[in-house]
Nanobody, 124 residues
Framework: QVQLVESGGGLVQAGGSLRLSCAAS????????MGWFRQALGKEREFVAA????????VYADSVKGRFTISRDNAKNTVYLQMNSLKPEDTAVYYC?????????????????WGQGTQVTVSS
């Protein structure tokens, strides 16, 4: 079991930036894949980005490629999502996620651990 606590959400104007943080604790994190999902009002939760805790591999949804960057700080057991050039359509609750592997379930029917979520609102 992995415990995840997000922070860093807020209100920002279109074109602005925010950095989300996810503090992780619990099982041996070095073997885990960490990621971010988001859920806009009235829509299904969708995959945003993922990173292998051991490093060397990241993956992004097409909608955020080139604008968002996922990273991790092993010493702090923290994963970050740097969000630049934000758009109103990025408005959502953002959730940190963790699982011991990455496969197609990250794109639907994710079965790992979730954080409580943090709201990101982008005004036009």
């Amino acid at each position: 079991q992995v415990q995840l606590v997000e922070s860093g959400g807020g209100l920002v104007q279109a074109g602005g930036s925010l950095r989300l943080s996810c503090a992780a604790s619990g099982r041996t994190l070095s073997t885990y894949v960490m990621g971010w999902f988001r859920q806009a009002l009235g829509k299904e939760r969708e995959f945003v980005a993922a990173i292998r805790w051991s490093g060397g591999w990241t993956v992004y949804a097409d909608s955020v490629k080139g604008r968002f960057t996922i990273s991790r700080d092993n010493a702090k057991n923290t994963v970050y999502l740097q969000m630049n050039s934000l758009k109103p359509e990025d408005t959502a609750v953002y959730y940190c996620a963790a699982n011991s592997f990455f496969d197609s379930t990250w794109y639907s029917h994710f079965r790992g651990s979730w954080g409580q979520g943090t709201q990101v609102t982008v005004s036009s």
